[in-house]
């Protein structure tokens, strides 16, 4: 079967910086997809890997280890705006977006 | 970025009615719309895939005559809840891509609660 794993909730402090690890086990890899999901509202897209290694992107930089099925979310200088869910998802060999459970994370002053 | 527009936002209905919600990629044209569902502090779940012009491909337990799904041209696909029931409440969002590569964009979401 198909699945994605990525820690259910985390804490972190605001200006600190955290990591969210997501693993996944699809049936093909043609990318993974960091989303960001405000309490009540859509997700928003933040990255895309295909290839291994890190993407930067302002504060957010995503990695990616196709050999080990791992990816990571990386959020620097955290602030309270960025208290929200964090999907990871992995496009399969269909094409089809498979979703882990989202990690909650949480930015305490 | 890609921007993708639902409406209606919210919509409050009485048990029995049919909800139509309308999903539109503003600024591209969207070869593939998806519907997902999502309940309270839950993950999303996929409804439904639909490519324009064919009929959409509904996932396993969605329930195909209760969730009609349209996707009449590259820029608008429509969602219609019928005979809807309390257990329907949710929040339904579409999201849109160009291509099987391409991102995934979402649109606001839709509120449904029924009565």
């Known amino acids: 079967g198909q699945n994605i794993d990525q820690p259910t909730e985390m804490t972190a402090t605001e200006g600190a910086i955290v990591q969210i690890n997501c693993t996944y086990q699809?049936?093909?890899?043609?990318?993974l997809f960091w989303y960001q999901q405000h309490a009540g509202e859509a997700p928003t897209f933040l990255s895309y890997?295909?290839l291994d290694g890190l993407e930067e992107k302002g504060r957010f930089s995503s990695f990616l280890s196709r050999s080990k099925g791992y990816s990571y979310l990386l959020l620097k200088e955290l602030q309270m705006k960025d208290s929200a869910s964090y999907l990871c998802?992995?496009?399969?060999?269909?094409?089809?977006?498979?979703w882990g459970a989202g990690t909650k994370l949480i930015i305490k002053p | 970025g890609a921007v993708v527009s639902q409406h209606p936002s919210w919509v409050i209905c009485k048990s029995g009615t049919s909800v139509k919600i309308e999903c539109r990629s503003l600024?591209?044209?969207?070869?593939?719309m998806f519907w997902y569902r999502q309940f309270p502090k839950q993950s999303l779940m996929l409804m439904a895939t639909?490519?324009?012009?064919?009929?959409?491909?509904?996932e396993q337990g969605v329930e195909k005559d209760k969730f009609l799904i349209n996707h009449a041209s590259l820029t608008l696909s429509t969602l219609t809840v019928t005979s809807a029931h309390p257990e329907d409440s949710s929040f339904y969002i579409c999201?849109?891509?160009?291509?099987?590569?391409?991102?995934?964009?979402f649109g606001p979401g839709t509120r449904l609660l029924v009565l």
């Open positions: 999201s849109a891509r160009t291509g099987v590569m391409e991102t995934q964009y």
């Open positions: 600024d591209f044209q969207a070869t593939t």
């Open positions: 639909s490519n324009e012009g064919s009929k959409a491909t509904y």
């Open positions: 699809t049936s093909g890899f043609n990318g």
């Open positions: 890997n295909v």
């Open positions: 998802a992995v496009l399969d060999s269909n094409y089809q977006l498979i």
